[in-house]
């Protein structure tokens, strides 16, 4: 059951839905409210107690989903973790070659954006660039799935293999972006 924005009572959930950053419920009322993982704006400030944790704990909060096997937690919050740390070092990079970006034209850029400067800027190398890569394209295979839908055990395996990556890269991108702003 999820309290409806709209009825202002509980419904029970019929349907939640992958999408960008988040879940889309839909309630038995026939109402649908987006459920965000994260939301990120430039001063990081974040939408609720949730996404404050997974902003202070992003690598922990990765791990715990690897080992409670939600492997759909771990590469979305991967993805969304790695552009978030990603932004912040291409912010820090522009300001010290003297190519200062607006905030908001970086808040904008998608994911795969920021991966392709990251690595063109040579911040990135090549095997976090492929890995991170990897783990977008699963997460984008994820979020056109039903996020209740059973897998196979192969997209299993290859949901656990992208987990782990982006445990990698979010680990390499967050102590990147602390010794940039040192
Ligand atoms: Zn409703």
Known sequence: MRDCPHCKMPRKVVRVEVIENG???????GHSFR???VVINETLKTSDSVSVMIMKEPVEEIRKAIQDHDYFKAVTYGCTIFEHFG???LISHFRK??????????KYMTLEAVIIMLYTAKLIDD???????????????????DASIKFTPEQQEVARKSSDHALVCVKFIKALHESMVK
Request: proline letters at 5%.
């Open 23 to 29: 879940k889309k419920v839909t309630l038995e009322c």
């Open 35 to 37: 459920d965000l993982a």
């Open 87 to 89: 932004k912040l070092v």
């Open 97 to 106: 070659i003297e190519r200062p970006i607006g905030k908001d034209r970086i």
């Open 127 to 145: 095997p976090i660039y492929n890995a991170i890569l990897r783990v977008k394209d699963v997460r984008n295979d994820f979020i056109h799935e």
